[in-house]
Structures are given as structure tokens and as C-alpha cells.
């Protein structure tokens, strides 16, 4: 009986080890679905996150483009200011010289005075 008995041992030995390693196979089992799904949760977070960087460079591109048309017509408004600011100069002498010639006239003229101011001012 000691080959049974040393037999029956070592079956219940193999037995506890085999419990041992199915528990542990359990816990790796239960902690591998939770760490597969932090990594989804990760994921689903990162997917999210460059969902936003790309909204964002979206955003960034279309205000740069709005900022340089601004600037773009903000140039053209100082070109504007400029070019008016420079042609009245000559404007403003033949104005008055244009005004003397229908004050010379008489008042009949008047309705052409006021007129041709309004021309002038345009």
C-alpha cells in the first residue's frame, strides 16, 4: 500500500495545485477584462480628445483666416483714407476757387452753389 498510499498523496497534491492554478486563472481572467477595459476607456478617451484638437484647429484655421481679412480690409480702408486725404488737398483749393466764381455770379446762382457743394462733397 505505500505505492497507493504514496500515490493517493501525490493525486492530492496535483489535485490542490491544480485548484490553485485554476483560482489563480480565475483572478487573472477577471483582472485582464478589467484592465482591457481601462484601455478602452482610454481609448474612447483619446478619440475623444482628438475629436476636440481637431474641432479646435478647425476653429484656429477659420478665425486666422478671418483675422488676415480683417487686416485685408482694414488695409484697404487706410488705402482708401490715404488716396481721399491726398486727392482733397487739390480738392479743397479748386473747391474754393469754384465757390468765388458762382458767389462772383449772384444769388441766382444759388441753387448751382448748392449743387456743386454736394458734388464736392461726395
Known sequence: MSKKGKLDREIKELRKDIEGLESTLAKVEVEKHGIEQQVKDKCDELSCTEELMEKLIREKKA?????????????????????????????????????????????????SKSWFEKILKR
Do not use: C, M, W, Y
Open 63 to 111: 478665425l486666422q483666416e478671418q483675422h488676415q481679412q480683417v487686416l485685408d480690409d482694414l488695409q484697404a480702408e487706410e488705402d482708401k483714407v490715404n488716396s481721399l486725404t491726398k486727392s482733397r488737398v487739390p480738392t479743397k483749393k479748386f473747391k474754393n476757387f469754384s465757390l468765388k466764381k458762382f458767389e462772383k455770379r449772384g444769388k441766382s446762382k444759388i441753387r
